[in-house]
Nanobody, 116 residues
Framework: QVQLVESGGGLVQPGGSLALSCTAS????????IGWFRQAPGKEREWVSC????????YYAGSVKGRFTTSRNNAKNTAFLQMNSLKPEDTAVYYC?????????WGQGTQVTVSS
């Protein structure tokens, strides 16, 4: 069964950091691009960042560029989203997405709350 599982969400104060993980089971991530999306209450899901398969090029939305870093470890079948300098407006459910050609898989999401 193809599955993506996110972890690492939680509550953090403004200016803090969190690291999210996205682990695949039932398939290997090597040739898949990995995207990160988020959805805040009452808002549409928005794209945050992505990392391609080799050579692992990375791309970021303007709102997170310079604060978030995405990476991957194919040996662990896992992708990561390191989030620094978090702001209250980063509060959302974060989802990872794996994509190759016409195939597409989503994780269940993990809540990130930035609040004092």
């Amino acid at each position: 069964q193809v599955q993506l599982v996110e972890s690492g969400g939680g509550l953090v104060q403004p200016g803090g950091s969190l690291a999210l993980s996205c682990t695949a089971s039932g398939f290997t991530l090597d040739y898949w691009s990995i995207g990160w999306f988020r959805q805040a209450p009452g808002k549409e899901r928005e794209w945050v960042s992505c990392i391609s398969s080799a050579p692992g090029s990375t791309y970021y939305a303007g709102s997170v560029k310079g604060r978030f870093t995405t990476s991957r470890n194919n040996a662990k079948n896992t992708a990561f989203l390191q989030m620094n300098s978090l702001k209250p407006e980063d509060t959302a459910v974060y989802y990872c997405n794996a994509r190759i050609l016409i195939l597409n898989a989503w994780g269940q999401g993990t809540q990130v709350t930035v609040s004092s």
